[in-house]
């Protein structure tokens, strides 16, 4: 699950990691009220004013504004506030923007030189550990940085028995370039860090940039940070963070039957059972000229009910010509899955699109007698291959 900045931010604090006075508003009435309200606890004379979106890049797409004056915060909250923000991880209509976080100045004056770093926290699969990637070039993108100076990007990565160690904190502050003060300061920033990633059951902390303030201060000036979801039943106060407005609507009203479903850009529908094997099917669609519509997972207990609400998650996509029904009957059954199918025609009405079903496995031969016997106009294969090249027959 994916959260705002102010959000991150708000967990961050809680850990003991530094992080800018910021206030949300959805107004620009509210939004000079947060500034005045920052003033005065911080004597801040400067705001950032930033959109808050599920989606980095927002600088680049206007989203970001530095505000001199109290007229200036009113002014970029009216133009940011129900814009439709477009960054390099939006899609090309954008996102709308519903709320700012407006912040306080940190690159104040002071006797030394402000510095921006890159510091992520996330799993690294390949070894089963926790990895800190962090690069002394921050406030830029990571991805350039890593193929224009990949001397630039390093690693600590974190055994499991022991945790992060003093020694790794250390190392990371003197990477980075930094004495005195500051080196013992991005220390505690670190550990704090680490420490909020953990509690909190992230699979991600992106840190872009952290600030080393004139005074030597370090701060977290942004905060991109996605909770595992498997971890939601032991954290109910940021379960109850999601905004739904942020995700598309057909994948909420999939999570709501416990189907997993994540929308693509093709004109294949597919409903599989098993991740591994949705992947194999989306493959091979793409393999014999189709293009997926969609990944969609319904599980190893789905039921009729669930094979019906399915079908019509699918259809709400207008791209999709057919829909490739794939179920290996292991823990769930394809006579099941079959009843589910006969139930979406009769309850969702006429389906004008063409339908290829492949059922293998527990009660495979009964679910076939189901739907033969319904009269539906449906492609049956046995072999997952045929049941490609069919997707791509009906399709032509």
Not at 127 to 142: A, H, K, L
Not at 298 to 320: M, S, Y
Request: hydrophobic content about 40%; proline content about 3%.
């Amino acid at each position: 699950m994916n959260l705002h900045e102010f959000q991150g931010k708000q967990i961050l604090s809680g850990y003991g990691v530094s992080v800018p006075l910021g206030i949300v508003a959805d107004s620009p009435a509210k939004a000079i009220e947060a500034a005045k309200e920052i003033q005065k606890k911080t004597g801040s004379d400067r705001w950032a004013v930033k959109a808050q979106i599920h989606a980095g890049g927002r600088g680049k797409g206007g989203g970001v504004k530095i505000a001199k004056s109290l007229e200036e915060v009113e002014q970029f909250a009216d133009e940011i506030l129900g814009m439709m923000l477009v960054t390099p991880q939006t899609s090309a209509e954008g996102k709308l923007v519903r709320r700012l976080l407006i912040e306080q100045n940190i690159y104040y004056p002071g006797p030394a030189k402000v510095e921006e770093y890159y510091v992520s926290i996330l799993l690294n699969r390949a070894t089963g550990r926790n990895m800190i990637m962090y690069s002394p070039r921050g406030g830029m993108d990571i991805e350039k940085v890593a193929e224009e100076t990949p001397e630039q990007i390093f690693h600590e990565e974190i055994d499991p028995k022991v945790g992060l160690q003093a020694f790794q904190a250390r190392q990371i502050a003197f990477n980075l370039g930094l004495s005195g003060t500051s080196f013992k300061e991005m220390q505690k920033f670190i550990r704090a860090l680490y420490n909020a990633y953990e509690g909190s059951d992230a699979s991600l902390f992106e840190i872009n940039p952290v600030i080393k303030a004139a005074d030597d201060r370090v701060y977290a000036a942004d905060a991109k940070v996605s909770i595992d979801n498997n971890s939601l039943f032991r954290h109910g106060e940021i379960a109850e963070m999601r905004d739904l407005n942020e995700e598309d609507p057909i994948e909420v009203e999939a999570s709501r039957f416990d189907l997993n479903y994540v929308k693509l850009d093709g004109n294949v529908g597919c409903m599989v059972n098993g991740a591994g094997l949705a992947m194999a099917t989306m493959d091979l669609i793409k393999m014999y000229g189709g293009e997926p519509a969609n990944f969609l997972d319904v599980g190893g207990t789905a039921n009729a009910k669930r094979v019906e609400e399915a079908f019509r998650i699918i259809l709400k996509d207008p791209n999709v010509k057919a829909i490739l029904v794939n179920i290996f009957g292991g823990i769930v059954r394809c006579d099941r899955v079959a009843q589910g199918i006969v139930d979406a025609y009769q309850n969702i009405g006429e389906i004008n699109v063409p339908i290829i079903v492949r059922l293998q496995g527990t009660n495979a031969k009964e679910g076939k007698e189901l739907i033969d016997q319904s009269g539906l106009k449906v492609f049956s294969a046995i072999k997952l291959e045929d049941a490609a090249s069919l997707v791509n027959e009906v399709l032509n």
